[in-house]
């Protein structure tokens, strides 16, 4: 089976700009979970999706949003970019979302705002 | 919410054994021991995961005690391509709202 993949690698934006990343998830599963990476913070849980219903979500503000297909991809979309936005944002996959189901992630997708 | 705690960094020669311990002294009844393991520049990469006693997999150990309150991961005769960011995470139920991965412990395999 494929992996998650994360289009696209490498985003370069400007303040206030915004910006949408895609997440194909491993075929068959209907979970998908979105994470921002920053050196300080670790790895921080945004939101999690399954079966196109937003089912969990973490401590970011309204400007994160996501949504999920019918087919289970799913986007995320940050408005009004901050220079704090910057950040590796991975993508994960599993087939429920149990937490005592392996999630797999993808590579992630590197934004840098200026 | 039970919270972990790893070593920040480890160093190891090539060809020992290497044991990262995590500390999850409010585990719950329910709540799954996992480990991922993370190279720079790519997303994390499940290990191995446990409820209790003891399980192996092709590329690592882990050993839970009776009280569970604590986790210690076994890599066996690391190489340098075992130089990464080891995760342990605690949690149960659904969803991963829960989940905090903190910063890991970075181990670095010495030739």
């Known amino acids: 089976k494929a992996g998650v993949t994360q289009t696209p690698r490498y985003l370069i934006k400007t303040r206030g700009q915004q910006v949408t990343l895609s997440c194909s998830p491993i075929s068959g599963h209907r979970s998908v979970s979105w994470y921002q990476q920053t050196p300080g913070q670790g790895l921080q849980f945004l939101f999690e999706?399954?079966?196109?219903?937003?089912?969990n979500k973490g401590n970011f503000p309204g400007r994160f949003s996501g949504r999920q297909f019918s087919n289970s991809r799913s986007e995320m979309n940050v408005s009004t970019l901050e220079l704090g936005d910057s950040a590796l944002y991975l993508c994960a996959s599993s087939d429920t979302g149990d937490v005592n189901q392996p999630q797999h992630f993808g590579d992630g997708t590197r934004l840098s705002i200026l | 919410l039970a919270k972990t705690t790893q070593p920040i960094s480890m160093d190891s020669y090539e060809g020992q054994e290497v044991n990262i311990t995590c500390s999850h002294n409010n585990i719950a009844t329910n709540d799954y021991i996992t480990w991922y393991q993370q190279f720079p520049s790519q997303g994390p990469r499940f290990i191995i995961q446990g409820y209790k006693t003891k399980v192996t997999n092709e590329v690592a150990s882990l050993f839970i005690p009776a009280d569970r309150k604590s986790s210690t991961l076994s890599l066996p005769r690391v190489s340098l391509s075992d130089t990464a960011v080891y995760y342990c995470l605690v949690a149960s139920g659904e969803g991963y709202q829960k989940v905090t991965f903190g910063i890991g412990t970075k181990l670095q395999v010495i030739p």
């Open positions: 999706y399954f079966s196109e219903t937003q089912r």
